[in-house]
């Protein structure tokens, strides 16, 4: 926040390069735990709201493009005999078509179960994820407004500007780090870890905030006519 600096040209020095490494690995952090916590929540959510699957029309797809290259592989076979049974077929040949055969057959389990084809979409609302943010800074304006003696106000504008990584520095928790207050230390690491959950929070918040605006996206492209079926399956 700028109340701790380095003063000394090796100090300096040695941040600039402390840096270099620690921006890529706090990057490398926020992307993978905010990946996994993603799909953590969007695995409890799907769960505890029981949604329903809504790739019906891609599991249809499925199916007639099994029968289709199944009907090649049928029709193909019966052309890749001798020609004494291509013969035989020629004058037993039955009025129904190999097509109309194919199709009264029974589609395998592996296309007909919908976990292969019709998975369950979590949708998770924006609303939601907003509220979870919301939630987790007034909480930590209520921690912080006890430790630090600052009001409510003040410590919600300290989670928010920190979070954000906006960091003005106008407001520090730990002024009497210097000193020799009892607890000053302990209070310094959980709003390290405060931070880094944080943090963490923001970036699963980000990717189902992504995840959903690009689904919602793509349906009103499909509605429009810009988005194609196969277009989305190939995604």
């Not at 040695?14 to 993603?38: E, H, K, R, S, W």
């Not at 210097?178 to 931070?195: A, F, N, R, W």
């Not at 970036?203 to 905030?209: E, S, W």
Request: net charge negative.
């Amino acid at each position: 926040y700028g109340n701790i600096a380095p003063k000394t040209n090796w100090g300096k020095l040695v941040t600039i390069l402390y840096a270099i490494v620690g921006i890529p690995l706090m990057f490398l952090y926020l992307t993978n735990i905010g990946d996994l916590l993603a799909k953590s929540f969007k695995y409890l959510y799907g769960r505890l709201c029981g949604c329903k699957p809504q790739d019906g029309r891609r599991r249809r797809r499925h199916v007639e493009h099994y029968r289709v290259h199944h009907i090649v592989l049928q029709e193909n076979t019966s052309n890749s005999h001798g020609p004494l049974e291509a013969t035989l077929s020629s004058k037993f040949r039955t009025s129904q078509p190999v097509a109309e055969e194919v199709k009264m057959e029974a589609i395998p389990d592996d296309l007909s179960e919908e976990e292969d084809y019709g998975k369950p979409r979590a949708n998770v609302p924006i609303t939601l994820c907003l509220t979870l943010i919301t939630g987790y800074i007034c909480g930590g304006a209520f921690l912080f407004s006890i430790w630090e003696g600052w009001n409510y106000l003040d410590g919600a504008y300290f989670c928010f500007v920190t979070l954000s990584t906006i960091g003005f520095g106008d407001l520090v928790p730990g002024d009497t780090v210097v000193s020799d207050t009892p607890g000053s230390q302990e209070k310094l690491v959980i709003c390290s870890l405060y931070l880094l959950g944080g943090m963490a929070l923001i970036a699963m918040c980000f990717t189902l905030v992504q995840e959903e605006v690009i689904y919602k996206m793509k349906n009103l492209g499909k509605r429009l006519g810009i988005v194609n079926d196969s277009e989305d399956s190939d995604d």
